[in-house]
């Protein structure tokens, strides 16, 4: 499995020939421009998960990729995509997208405040037959999966403290983590929060932050 951060909380997997976007948001321009996607993938409706500007235009670039999102998403957001191109997953339920079966799992986003609406958000579980498992959990720290190897694992969120993170990756207990959602952090904050996830759990940290692809 190779695993490239584009920026935030959009990562490129690519396994056994199959190329899947997850969260093309408008915290990260990483993604723009990419095309032989299989599928896109997005975990809920705020837009540093899927950015309404330019997302249609990604979409258009790429006409055979499906796509697959938390179902408050096309509600909220115009993908400009005709509706059966469009797979809701909703927690418990799961798609095969070439050679990555794709599990949805929570249901919904951790709380930001009691006087701010809740909405919807899927963490996603991707295998691939003799390939680590990854998961990448969006806006929630609530699923905990087994069988993970590999974790997307938020850094910073207004919806989160790093012991709460500090907690969930201990909880996932993937042998590797890499930071994600993370463009509010600068390079020192990154650092001392990355340092403590290295310190306080038995998980490695890999830092993917320059773009270049990873095979794990």
Known sequence: ????????????????????LVDPGAFSDGWHGLVDLDAVLITHLHPDHVDPARVPALL???????????????????LGVAEERV??????????????GVEAVGGDHA???RDIPMVGNIGLVLRSEG???????????????????????????????MKEHVDFIRAVGAARAFPIHDRLVNEI????????????T????????????RTL
Not at 5 to 10: I, P, T
Not at 67 to 76: I, S
Not at 189 to 200: A, D, N, P, Q
Not at 202 to 213: F, H, K, S
């Open 1 to 20: 499995m190779q695993i490239t951060h584009l920026g935030h909380s959009a990562v490129l997997v690519e396994s056994g020939g199959t190329r899947l």
């Open 60 to 78: 258009a670039a790429n006409p055979e990729a499906r796509v697959v999102v938390e179902p408050g998403v096309p509600e909220a957001v115009d």
């Open 87 to 100: 797979t809701r997953l909703a927690a418990g339920d799961a798609v095969d997208l070439g050679a990555v």
């Open 111 to 113: 709380v930001i405040h």
């Open 131 to 161: 390939e680590p498992t990854l998961f990448h959990p969006g806006d929630s720290l609530a699923a905990v999966p087994t069988g993970v190897d590999v974790l997307a694992v938020p850094t910073q969120a207004p919806w989160a403290a």
């Open 189 to 200: 904050g990154r650092s001392m929060v990355v340092g403590r996830f290295s310190e306080l």
């Open 202 to 213: 038995d998980t490695e940290v890999l830092d993917l932050a320059d773009g270049r692809p």
